[in-house]
């Protein structure tokens, strides 16, 4: 009778480890993806947050280190799983990561991994920017709030990209990502204040699951619409499962 080999949980912990390492590092020598992630949002806080307002701090200072945080983390969500996504399923390397003894969730907690890293370094960035040169005055407490909200708020642009690199060929799903993300970032009021847009624009803000995670990132700085902050979490919550569950459901039939 053959004995049976259990992997130790130190091995299966290993193994997410190991593969979150190799993700981070494919992408961050990746400069068509890690440098306008990591610059984008920052260089439109510089320009918009401080040069134009002045250097004087204030509610506008404030207020765009809030929307240009979500609009800088949705960037590692779309970009890094939808297009790694549908050229890795266009190029077998899902079909080979399932043929390997690694763990089924080991690549997509990988990739989560990745995103809410990037979304971190992101906020730094931005909150650096925001105390030294935007004189922005947040307490400890908020700014921390900030962060949180970034790194957890990437999830649901994960689930969306995740969704879409099993949709569109690697060549098709830049474009279509591109078509969604900046539009979403431009109606969900990240660039500018939804009072300043036509008024629907703002009726219709609340479809886009960026104007939901930017209001809880206002409600941190204490700028948000009034609105209540467990229903934009549960938003949230709902278009990461819809669409992680879409995403699952295709990859099964893959």
Not at 4 to 22: D, K, N, Q, V
Not at 172 to 192: D, E, K, R
Not at 234 to 239: G, M, N, P, S, T
Request: some cysteine; overall charge positive.
């Amino acid at each position: 009778m053959n004995a049976i080999t259990i992997a130790p949980p130190a091995s299966s912990l290993r193994c997410y480890w190991l593969e979150a390492r190799c993700e981070f590092l494919r992408v961050l020598r990746a400069p068509s993806f890690a440098v306008p992630t990591l610059v984008f949002a920052p260089m439109f806080y510089l320009l918009f947050g401080v040069l134009l307002n002045g250097g004087h701090g204030g509610r506008a200072t404030s207020y765009l280190l809030a929307t240009y945080g979500v609009f800088g983390v949705m960037a590692p969500g779309l970009f890094g799983f939808g297009v790694a996504m549908a050229m890795d399923r266009e190029r077998g390397f899902l079909a080979l990561k399932r043929a390997m003894p690694t763990p089924p969730a080991a690549m997509l907690l990988a990739k989560m991994a990745m995103a809410m890293m990037f979304a971190a370094m992101v906020s730094v960035i931005l909150a650096s920017l925001a105390l030294t040169l935007g004189h922005v005055a947040l307490s400890p407490l908020q700014l921390l709030g900030l962060l949180a909200t970034n790194i957890l708020g990437v999830l649901p642009f994960c689930a969306i990209g995740l969704y879409i690199g099993t949709v569109f060929s690697g060549q098709a799903a830049p474009a279509v990502i591109n078509l969604l993300y900046l539009p979403m970032a431009f109606l969900a009021g990240l660039w500018m204040p939804l009072s300043m847009l036509p008024a629907l624009f703002a009726k219709l803000a609340p479809v886009w699951p960026a104007y939901h995670l930017s209001q809880i990132a206002l409600a941190v700085v204490g700028l948000d619409d009034g609105g209540s902050v467990a229903v934009h979490a549960l938003v949230l919550l709902a278009v990461s499962a819809l669409f992680f569950g879409l995403a699952r459901r295709r990859l099964a039939h893959a």
